[in-house]
């Protein structure tokens, strides 16, 4: 670490770079942001070891060797200070059943439904819900609102935001002469460990065994994990993508946001699928998949570009037609 | 029925074929999955009683009219064995001017508003939210946090998922010169019977009026439908579908999932639509579509084969434009 | 204001004019429903002063400056004469640092964490999250189950609809060698007065700074509002739009339903985008957008009909080759 500038100033408070006050600490990795490290009223800037200034800077920068894990870190500290919930508040519905951890925050108006097992140093905010036979990991936090129908699992160390519904009944109908007759849906969900799940996101039980969320995913908010799914260790998953029954999806994938990929279809690992893409057939590994119907990136940029040349390529061939006629009366004269 | 095998082995779980384990039951409706019965180590499989071996098949086979019926028929004894809820827990909120049926569960820390007319054997879960004047018919299920606005009418038979919103404002502002001024949304939402609703759905409330699910149709997770839409009977919407205000859909239709529809525009009955599918304009009855803007299925099909071989066509042209010159000059010398 | 037809008839409620019963009122704002007025069963029909009938109509007309005004004046003197709901009901949870304003409402089973300030006649409905330290303004209405998290600020005449998440993680994860290592998100949202948000949305956290909804601006239902997002003043964004982290959204803007928009980019004011379009890049102002890739709606139209014509302006080209091979081979002889 260097220190370039004034080494005795002081911050109380971080900011975006572009948005520096003074007293504030601020940090550059992206290149595209550069061009603020001159003019930032940010008190201090981290910034790459290999930073070199092109102008005058007013702040202090503190040169590290990776300047995104450093305001990483120092996030993570700014967050562990907030202070912790802990213990049991009033008004809340716990079944006689269910043991308590030592260590725990159990909010009021949670409900916690028979046969429950509650992992070590768990928290659980208000309003959530939590169904029969439901087991939950260590460190697991399950924000305001969140929902967990019966027989899933949680395991360690997972975050679910407010509002998610795990274990929603998978939506399957067998068509029948007077209407559609519901097909029960007696499987679960399970959550590997490490699993962060957004705001709003649906995940279903399959209908039976299990949907499978494998260790380390991140799924953001409003997705939607049909019946009977298994997504990939490390796959991280934009908001608003939804996938639907029986698929199953490789580890180490991206998915962009509002991403729709078909039921009974496999997708390798290392997939990055570009936002708003459709994904109606199997996906080998290794691909950068983009379009609807998704192909190559490569090939949906050559072909966007071609699209917009249409009415200009609809022209030209009108203008061959018209010399090939031109042409043909020459050469019957 | 007949049985092919030993007839005297048992099971206590129902296992999909691919994932069978001895001691559990499996079935086998999808040829796709043909292959899987000659490797599944399940105890037994349901077929079809016309399913004709082509390899030596370990399992019991037990053979039956309809593998998939006698499947979901299973499934449903095994959901219907599950302990049920019954009673009204501590900690609700009831109005007294309520009457409780004598068939029913409500959960802790619902609450239920003034003039409330319940049906029986209605299961209401923790975290429900019932405003004011709503009807809710018999056999109703309304999972944790199930939110429904004041005036609105559940039918009988209705089951309605975790979080979702059912009688939320619609989305009406009128633009002024300061702003844009909110039009109050007076009307309601009616589900008919047999409708079941995705968890963290919403359906919002008509301005004036109505908007109307009609019987037996099936709305998936995620789901949006704006003011005074109407969805037919037993019309089915996979998940995150959006249909937007005053669009009335008929009945047997089925959406694939992520389709956007217009506002003020008619689909007609029997019509299905593909996944991600943006339908700007009435459709005629009896469609199949695809695409964005959608079209007939076909149509879409060829175009998609043809935006792929743009580029090559483009080469073509360009080939063409060649040797036009070519025969100009040849001409002209 | 001017009277046509009998004008002591009475009403008792409102309808749309092509449902319209007797003993209603209805209005005819939209060309488009000019037919229903000659066979509406409404008793009373508002229309446009300048509106001039081609057939005989049964209903009373009332002739106006502005229909559309003039219901929305009157939807609105309907949906004040409902009754309100004031005072603090029981089972709610307010931590002691908070100090109640004179006109609320509070219901049952409502959560407000430490150090929460409440502005003047606010609603808070049934299982509402508060978390610490938030701001909310006058005259905000918090319907069922909304949460937010701590820290947040809710401006004045603010209305967010049942189920939405104000306040959740950004969704940032930095990849390291043994998985995503989460990015804390220790920012806030920041929802400017006037400010209405569906059911269902979400607005994520800053990772620093703040998420910022401007004045008047608008949030249909199940949005995606990431990190450090900026949406601009009065403009308003239909149901299922996703926005990714850090992009700027001017002011004046209406976004169709179910569009995505890329993170890091800035869109000018008065920008109209089409449902379903995509963007991934910059916006000026001022732009009538619609695509996947979004582009000026009027090439997207050209380029639509061209995709149509594909087909037969391949087959087009297969001719032109014909005629050329044949002009070729005339010329050689």
């Known amino acids: 670490m260097e220190i370039v500038g004034n080494p ?53 920068l503190i040169k590290v060797e990776n300047a995104y894990a450093s305001i990483a870190a120092l996030l993570n500290l700014v967050e562990q200070a907030r202070p912790k919930r802990a213990g049991i508040e009033k008004n809340v519905h716990i079944d006689e059943s269910v043991n308590i951890p030592d260590t725990h925050y159990i909010g009021a108006f949670s409900y916690i439904s028979p046969n429950v097992i509650l992992g070590n140093n768990i928290s659980i905010y208000p309003h959530v819900y939590i169904g029969d036979n439901v087991r939950i990991g260590d460190n697991v936090t399950l924000y305001p609102g969140v929902k967990i129908y019966h027989d899933c699992v949680i395991g360690n160390n997972c975050t679910i935001h407010a509002g998610a519904v795990i274990g929603g009944d998978g939506f399957g109908f067998a068509p029948t002469e007077t209407g559609y007759q519901k097909i029960a849906q007696i499987g679960n969900v399970i959550l590997e460990d490490q699993v962060e799940i957004g705001a709003n996101t649906t ?5 039976m065994g299990s949907t499978i969320i494998r260790k380390g995913a991140k799924i953001d908010n409003l997705v939607q994990i049909a019946h009977n799914v298994e997504i990939g260790s490390n796959t991280v998953m934009a908001a608003q993508v939804g996938v639907a029954g029986s698929t199953k999806i490789g580890s180490q994938c991206m ?75 020459k050469l019957n004269e």
Not at 28 to 54: G, M, Q, R
Not at 203 to 207: E, K, L, P, V
Not at 282 to 305: K, S, T
């Open 8 to 60: 005795s100033v002081t911050v109380n408070n971080i900011s975006k770079i572009e948005e520096g006050a003074p007293g504030t600490l601020s940090f550059l990795a992206n290149p595209k942001y550069t061009h603020h490290i001159y003019t930032t009223n940010s008190s201090i800037v981290l910034v790459n070891k290999d930073f070199v200034a092109e102008n005058e800077i007013k702040a202090t």
């Open 203 to 207: 995940i279903d039980r399959a209908t």
């Open 255 to 329: 998915f962009g946001g509002q991403v729709g990929v078909a039921g009974h279809i496999t997708i390798g690992n290392n997939v990055n699928i570009g936002a708003q893409s459709g994904i109606p057939n199997h996906v080998e590994a290794n691909q950068n998949i983009l379009g609807y119907p998704a192909q190559p990136a490569r090939d949906f940029a050559r072909q966007a570009v071609m699209i917009k040349k249409l009415p200009d390529l609809n022209q030209t061939i009108k203008n061959l037609e018209k010399e090939i006629q031109a042409l043909k009366k």
